[in-house]
């Protein structure tokens, strides 16, 4: 296992497109008329940087023992839908203990003025 702590990852851009955000609030019981709810951003920064992880092989990310451990947001302010928001992947730390890698990934999303929408950090758990 080689430590990946430090490496960022290209930038990913991606329109809030009114479709997937209507599917997304339904599919978590929200109203699609309400507007694009706070956890889409799992979808414009987890969702559009953890496959870049996942595909490093240097990072070697065992997905068959991968355990999605925490989630958290921080919001600057909620994308609209329309809007573009460009997603910036940074893996924050990587460390073994116990016969298990812990891998933090850090995303920072910015809108079309490069003004911070939101961060967001995972924790990801490879169990041996």
Same mark, same amino acid.
């Given at each position: 296992? /080689? #430590? $990946?702590?430090?490496?960022?990852?290209? &930038?990913?851009?991606?329109?809030? +497109?009114?479709?997937?955000?209507? *599917? =997304? @609030?339904?599919?978590?019981?929200?109203?699609?008329?309400?507007?694009?709810?706070?956890?889409? /951003? #799992? $979808?414009?920064?987890?969702?559009?940087? &953890?496959?870049?992880?996942?595909? +490093?092989?240097?990072?070697?990310? *065992? =997905? @068959?023992?991968?355990?999605?451990?925490?989630?958290?947001?921080?919001?600057?302010?909620?994308?609209?839908?329309?809007?573009?928001?460009?997603?910036?992947?940074?893996?924050?730390?990587?460390?073994?203990?116990?016969?298990?890698? =812990?891998?933090?990934?850090?995303?920072?999303?910015?809108?079309?003025?490069?003004?911070?929408?939101?961060?967001?950090?995972?924790?990801?758990?490879?169990?041996?």
């Amino acid at each position: 296992m /080689a #430590a $990946v702590a430090g490496k960022t990852y290209p &930038a990913v851009r991606i329109e809030i +497109d009114r479709e997937r955000v209507a *599917d =997304f @609030a339904r599919a978590i019981g929200a109203d699609p008329s309400d507007g694009v709810p706070p956890t889409f /951003a #799992a $979808v414009y920064a987890l969702g559009a940087t &953890a496959p870049q992880l996942f595909g +490093d092989e240097d990072a070697a990310i *065992d =997905f @068959a023992r991968l355990l999605h451990a925490e989630q958290e947001f921080e919001w600057q302010r909620h994308p609209g839908v329309g809007e573009t928001v460009t997603s910036v992947g940074r893996v924050a730390s990587d460390t073994s203990r116990r016969g298990m890698r =812990f891998v933090s990934l850090e995303i920072d999303t910015t809108d079309a003025a490069d003004a911070p929408v939101c961060r967001s950090r995972t924790l990801f758990v490879i169990r041996s």
